[in-house]
């Protein structure tokens, strides 16, 4: 199983990226997809998961109204749009198939994992 993770980069406050997750339908066409971030010194955090067919979706607190998850079922694919950018959002990204359908925050429900992709956001 293979997921692997694109877009991050390095961007000013106040940008955006665009996160992307490729993986296999096999692999996800009947689970929801999540996104989750770490920096250093820190726990991986939760971030964003939409359910296996786009339909819902949720997100952490401190990315309401900036950051939009998205799928493409047909791609075995899913985004993270990532708008008003600011520096406490640098961190690694990982995205992640769950075990279920509708999204969940634990990563614990989460059973494959991409390689991360780094985002750094400079004030």
């Known amino acids: 199983v293979q997921l692997q993770a694109s877009g991050g980069g390095l961007v000013q406050a106040g940008g955006s990226l665009r996160l992307s997750c490729a993986t296999s339908?096999?692999?996800?066409?009947?689970?929801?997809m999540g996104w989750f971030r770490q920096s250093p010194g820190k726990e991986r955090e939760f971030v964003a998961a939409?359910?296996?067919?786009?339909?819902?979706?949720i997100y952490a607190d401190s990315v309401v109204g900036r950051f939009t998850i998205s799928r493409d079922y047909g791609k075995a694919a899913a985004y993270l749009q990532m708008n008003s950018l600011r520096p406490e959002d640098t961190a690694v990204y990982y995205c992640?198939?769950?075990?279920?359908?509708?999204?969940?925050?634990?990563?614990?429900?989460?059973?494959?994992w991409g390689q991360g992709t780094q985002v750094t956001v400079s004030s």
């Open positions: 339908r096999r692999t996800s066409s009947n689970n929801a």
């Open positions: 992640a198939v769950n075990r279920r359908a509708l999204p969940t925050r634990q990563s614990s429900e989460y059973s494959y």
């Open positions: 939409v359910s296996w067919n786009g339909g819902s979706t």
